[in-house]
Nanobody, 124 residues
Framework: QVQLVESGGGLVQAGGSLRLSCAAS???????MGWFRQAPGKEREFVSA???????YYADSVKGRFTISTDNAKNTVYLQMNSLKPEDTAIYYC???????????????????WGQGTQVTASS
């Protein structure tokens, strides 16, 4: 019953920035909202997440460059991506993990709902 729609992807030069948005419809209270990405030939990997108590998490590969945030009134999660690298190129997906917080945030199999993805390309 939760639907997620990502937006904000695009093509940028390496070193540039993008902000992704994920708008959720349906109940997302007491949930973790996360971002994952998948490059061709690779499995979907964790990027960032934020829990319903406001704790944020980041993959080591993006820490210091990406920032996750939410606008609870709009039921939207954002991913600000700075200093983009070619290796950041992937389809980015937002996801919702219901009723949990803590160590499972980086496990894609723990998430219950997924968006359709938005393409991010960083060229050099």
């Amino acid at each position: 019953q939760v639907q997620l729609v990502e937006s904000g992807g695009g093509l940028v030069q390496a070193g540039g920035s993008l902000r992704l948005s994920c708008a959720a419809s349906g109940r997302t209270s007491r949930s973790t909202m996360g971002w994952f990405r998948q490059a061709p030939g690779k499995e979907r990997e964790f990027v960032s997440a934020i829990s319903w108590i406001g704790v944020s998490y980041y993959a080591d590969s993006v820490k210091g460059r990406f920032t996750i945030s939410t606008d609870n009134a709009k039921n939207t999660v954002y991913l600000q991506m700075n200093s983009l690298k070619p290796e950041d190129t992937a389809i980015y997906y937002c996801a919702v993990r219901s009723g949990f917080s803590g160590s499972g945030y980086s496990n894609r199999r723990e998430y219950d709902y997924w968006g359709q993805g938005t393409q991010v390309t960083a060229s050099s």
